[in-house]
C-alpha cells in the first residue's frame, strides 16, 4: 500500500515512521505540499492519502483522486469539516479520520495557558533572563476555591474538569448533553449562568455554526470582571475584534489562546523575518495578560503516537473494506 503523505513536518515523520515500519507492505513517501486540488495530481500511483487540518479535501480534490485512482484518504486529526463527505461517497473513496487521541494532551495545555496569564509566567520567564527580580506585573490570584466554567463537557472538557478539580476548584458546566461521569462534582447551568459566575472560562465545544463567535461583546459584558478565558477549541468560537473590546475593557485578568482565527496562515511557519500586512494576532499579542500558542494542544509525544497508530489502522481498515467508527465517508 503507498501512501502520499501531505504537508509533512519533521515531527510527523518522526511519529509515524516507527509505526509504519511494524506494518511490512505499507511505503510512505512525505511531501511539503499542502493538499489542494493544485497538489493532487501528485498522488498519481498511490493507493491512499494523508491529510491534515488545513487541507483542501473538497468535490475538486476528490474528483482528481478518483480520476487517478486514489481511493483512501487517511485523516490525521479529528475534525474533517475540510472534507466533502457527500462527494467522497458518491466517488467511493474512504474518508477515515481520528476521532480521539489523548484529550488530557489538550486539556493540560489549557490549564497551562490558564496557569501561565494567571502567574504571567512568560513575563517571569523575561524579566528573570534581564536580571530583572522585581515582581512588578506579575501578581496572580488563587485558583483554589475559585469557579472554573467549561464549555462542553465531552472528551476534552471532562479531562478539563478532572484537572480544575485537582486545583480544588468548584466546576460548573455548559453542554447541550450532560456527561454523566461528572455528576458528582460538575453541577450544569445556562450559558448566562456560566458567563456571569466563573472566574475561569474554558471552551471546548467545536466550532459548528450554532457556537461561530459564541464569545462576543455582548457574552463578555456578561462575565465577571477579572475573568480568565481559555480557547483550545476552534479559533472562530470567539470573536476576536470584540475580544479586543474587552480587553480593552479591562474584563479579563487574562486570556489564553491556542486557537485563534487568524491562525490559518501562521500554521506551522516561521513568519519571524517577515512584516506583516495585516496581524489581529500582532494586536493580540500587545496586551500584557494575553498569552497565544500555535495550536499545540494535541502536540504530545503520546497523542502523536497515537494518531499514527489509528490512522496506520485505519488504512489497513479501509483496505479490507471494514468499516469502523472512524469513517466519515
Ligand atoms: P467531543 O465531541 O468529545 O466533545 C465536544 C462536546 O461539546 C460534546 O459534549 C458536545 O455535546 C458539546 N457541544 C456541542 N455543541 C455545544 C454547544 N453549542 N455548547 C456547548 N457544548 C456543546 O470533542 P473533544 O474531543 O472534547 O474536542 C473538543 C474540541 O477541541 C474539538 O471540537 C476541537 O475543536 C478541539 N481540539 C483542539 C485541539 C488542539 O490542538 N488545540 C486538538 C483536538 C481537538
Do not use: W
Amino acid at each position: 500500500m503507498k501512501v502520499l503523505f501531505y504537508s509533512a513536518k519533521v515531527y510527523d515523520k518522526k511519529s509515524f515512521e516507527p509505526v509504519a515500519e511494524e506494518y511490512s507492505d505499507v511505503e510512505i513517501d512525505y511531501i511539503d505540499h499542502e493538499l489542494e486540488p493544485r497538489t493532487a495530481t501528485l498522488a498519481k500511483g498511490y493507493d491512499a492519502v494523508c491529510a491534515f487540518v488545513n487541507a483542501d479535501v473538497g468535490a475538486e480534490t476528490l474528483e482528481i483522486f478518483a480520476q487517478i485512482g486514489v481511493k483512501i484518504v487517511l485523516m490525521r486529526c479529528a475534525g474533517f469539516n475540510n472534507v466533502d463527505t457527500d462527494k467522497a461517497k458518491e466517488l467511493g473513496i474512504i474518508v477515515k479520520r481520528v476521532p480521539s487521541y489523548s484529550p488530557e494532551s489538550v486539556a493540560e495545555l489549557a490549564m497551562a495557558l490558564a496557569l501561565a496569564v494567571n502567574r504571567r509566567t512568560y513575563k517571569a520567564y523575561n524579566k528573570v533572563r534581564e536580571n530583572d527580580y522585581t515582581l512588578t506585573g506579575l501578581r496572580g490570584m488563587l485558583l483554589h476555591g475559585k469557579t472554573a466554567g467549561i464549555v462542553g463537557t465531552g472528551k476534552i472538557g471532562a479531562a478539563m474538569c478532572r484537572i480544575c478539580r485537582g486545583f480544588g476548584m468548584n466546576i460548573i458546566a455548559y453542554d447541550k448533553y450532560e456527561n454523566p461521569d461528572l455528576k458528582d462534582y460538575v453541577k450544569y447551568v445556562s450559558l448566562d449562568e456560566l458567563l456571569s459566575q466563573s472566574d475561569l472560562i474554558s471552551l471546548h465545544c467545536p466550532l459548528m455554526d450554532s457556537t461561530y463567535h459564541m464569545i462576543n461583546i455582548e457574552s463578555i459584558k456578561k462575565m465577571k470582571d477579572g475573568v480568565i478565558l481559555i480557547n483550545t477549541s476552534r479559533g472562530a468560537l470567539i470573536d476576536t475584534d470584540e475580544l479586543i473590546e474587552g480587553i480593552r475593557m479591562n474584563k479579563f485578568f487574562g486570556v489564553g489562546l491556542d486557537v485563534y482565527e487568524e491562525e490559518a496562515g501562521n500554521l506551522y511557519v516561521d513568519h519571524s523575518d517577515d512584516i506583516m500586512a495585516h496581524s489581529v494576532t500582532a494586536r493580540l499579542l500587545s496586551f500584557p495578560n494575553v498569552m497565544i500558542t500555535s495550536h499545540q494542544g494535541f502536540y504530545t509525544v503520546e497523542a502523536l503516537k497515537a494518531i499514527a497508530d489509528t490512522t496506520l489502522q485505519n488504512l489497513i481498515d479501509a483496505k479490507e473494506g471494514k468499516t469502523t467508527p472512524n469513517d466519515v465517508a
